[in-house]
């Protein structure tokens, strides 16, 4: 495994294996890596002869800079996962590297649909810019034919795939399952944050997405939502921001239910750590 630095050493690296007709997979991560992260380079070895993984923290889709401060950056933890489930490039950049005139903002707005300004979007405004404009510059370091992400940022796969259909780009974005706990609880590079009480708290979570998904079909969607809601605020130290049942391409909530693309999406803060969720339904 090669860990590299810049983008120039990054595409000369990867020229002759791209002229001798390999594939090339991208698997772009803030580190903090945990085993969905692995989960994602196991998908990519299969579909790929090469994978890139990148690890860059950054810092252009960040709405609170505290939260940027406190984000894990264990990389040589890191770096000795990739080499145990033999991953060929590790792409380390600087700020300075993806970003030259940082902190002067650069020119970057694209349309991502009204999909942009819901959910996530409303409690993290501009966010999704912050995520699409690094996806775009690593898709451009890397040139890769498919990239891979994980379902729990749901709403990210969905911008980033609407950003590759309005730049028309010759990359493949594949999805991958949540990996979870044993307990059920969704593994996230934020879950080092919780403490011994926040952690079992945070269960609360995916029992009320998999309470949804169980009673679906059986009960009307306003009397999910509210008994779901219900199993949230019984635990102590949880502060809901949303929870919804919607369509997988708008992220509107849906009034009726549907045969396909449905998905139940949670966000909340459990003591001083915002999580996330999800469960597609059908």
Known sequence: MKVIATIAELQQALMPLKQSGAKIALVPTMGALHQGHLSLIAEAQKQAEIVVCSIFVNPTQFTDPKDLEKYPRPLEHDIKMLTGAGCNFVFMPSVKEMYPNYPTPENWKIDLGPAEFVLEGEFRKGHYQGVTQIVYKLFDAVKPDVAFFGQKDFQQVLMIKNMVSELNLAVEIVTCPIIREA???????????????????????????????????????????????????????IELDYLTIANGDTLLPIEEKAGTGTVALIAAKVGETRLIDNVIIN
């Open 183 to 237: 307990d059920g609880l969704a593994m996230s590079s934020r879950n080092i944050h919780l403490n011994k009480a926040d952690r079992e708290h945070s269960l609360a979570l995916s029992k009320a997405l998999f309470f949804i998904e169980k009673n679906y079909a059986s009960q009307p969607i306003d009397q999910l939502i509210e008994q779901a809601k219900a199993m949230i605020n019984s635990v102590k130290g």
